[in-house]
């Protein structure tokens, strides 16, 4: 088992940035590939970010390339999303996720355990 924790939401203005982090406990991580989704509310969970096992290889949702980027430290355990230039439409809970392969991955169904969530609220 997996167990992911996610950190850094907060309140921003636009145009601001955050630093979401999620910390893995249970089992390494080094395997799988690392994912970001979020959820608005009334919305459907939309992926954001996906990164692979190495960190080689990065996937992004087109409303966010160029402003958010996606990294790992697999001697730590962790994965973050760098955030910048937010936008109000980026208001979300953002979840982190833990796939069932190593390559990139967009769909929810790729990924094997979730964490609880952290709120991101962009005001303008």
């Known amino acids: 088992q997996v167990q992911l924790v996610e950190s850094g939401g907060g309140l921003v203005q636009a145009g601001g940035s955050l630093r979401l982090s999620c910390a893995a406990s249970?089992?390494?991580?080094?395997?799988?590939?690392m994912g970001w989704f979020r959820q608005a509310p009334g919305k459907e969970r939309e992926f954001v970010a996906t990164?692979?096992?190495?960190?080689?290889?990065?996937d992004y949702v087109d409303s966010v390339k160029g402003r958010f980027t996606i990294s790992r430290d697999n001697a730590k355990n962790t994965v973050s999303l760098q955030m910048n230039s937010l936008k109000p439409e980026d208001t979300a809970v953002y979840y982190c996720?833990?796939?069932?392969?190593?390559?990139?991955?967009?769909?929810?169904?790729?990924?094997?355990?979730w964490g609880q969530g952290t709120q991101v609220t962009v005001s303008s």
């Open positions: 996720a833990a796939g069932v392969y190593g390559r990139t991955l967009k769909f929810g169904a790729e990924y094997a355990y």
């Open positions: 249970g089992r390494t991580i080094s395997r799988y590939a």
């Open positions: 990164i692979s096992w190495n960190g080689g290889s990065t």
